[in-house]
């Protein structure tokens, strides 16, 4: 029996040890949301995919759905956001930014929007060298309005429709109070 390969880009968000070699890594996928894929004998060092399968990674990736869920069949590298972050500051932007999309985004439903705001955010973080904690601000907005916790409003539409809404000010009160809201109802 032959198994269909899709082939996508996506965002390692974590990984967990299995076995001695294997590992299962946490992926946002532009067609697929967020899945956990297998890896076998990726822990060897004579394995090709250890590096590309790394955290903050942004791979080209092909998935299997086989019997016992998703498998990586090869993985080639794009960018990885951490090692690229200029200071300190924006490897904890990067890691922030991760860390939100760990929180909301749940399932395998496809977020081709949010996908683009993610490496839109994590390119913003990694080349900015001014202020970028506003840059994990105006994500999670973007973030929580695409997942429908945030309805549209006046005072922060333009960070919700900026083609370019990491080069926007910083938040204001009224909108960082919007989404203190929006985390708080989601539960999550």
């Not at 040890?17 to 067609?31: A, C, E, G, I, M």
Request: hydrophobic share 45%; with cysteine; charged share 25%.
């Amino acid at each position: 029996m032959s198994y269909k390969t899709y082939t996508t880009e996506a965002i390692v968000c974590g990984s967990l040890v299995n076995n001695t070699s294997d590992k299962s890594y946490l992926l946002f996928t532009r067609d697929a949301g967020m899945l956990w894929a297998a890896a076998k004998s990726v822990r060897e060092e004579r394995s090709r995919q250890r590096y590309a399968l790394q955290d903050f990674t942004l791979i080209k990736v092909s998935l299997v759905r086989g019997k016992s869920g998703w498998r990586v069949g090869s993985a080639e590298v794009e960018i990885n956001y951490f090692t690229r972050a200029l200071d300190q500051a924006s490897r904890a932007a990067v890691t922030g930014v991760v860390k939100l999309l760990r929180q909301f985004v749940r399932g395998e439903v496809a977020h081709a929007e949010v996908f683009d705001d993610v490496k839109a955010a994590l390119a913003a973080a990694i080349s900015t060298v001014d202020d970028v904690s506003k840059i994990k601000d105006q994500f999670a907005l973007r973030l929580l309005y695409r997942l429908g916790y945030v309805a549209s409003g006046q005072e922060y539409a333009p960070i919700l429709t900026a083609d370019t809404w990491w080069e926007l000010p910083p938040l204001d009160a009224k909108a960082r109070a919007v989404l203190k809201n929006a985390e708080q109802v989601s539960h999550l």
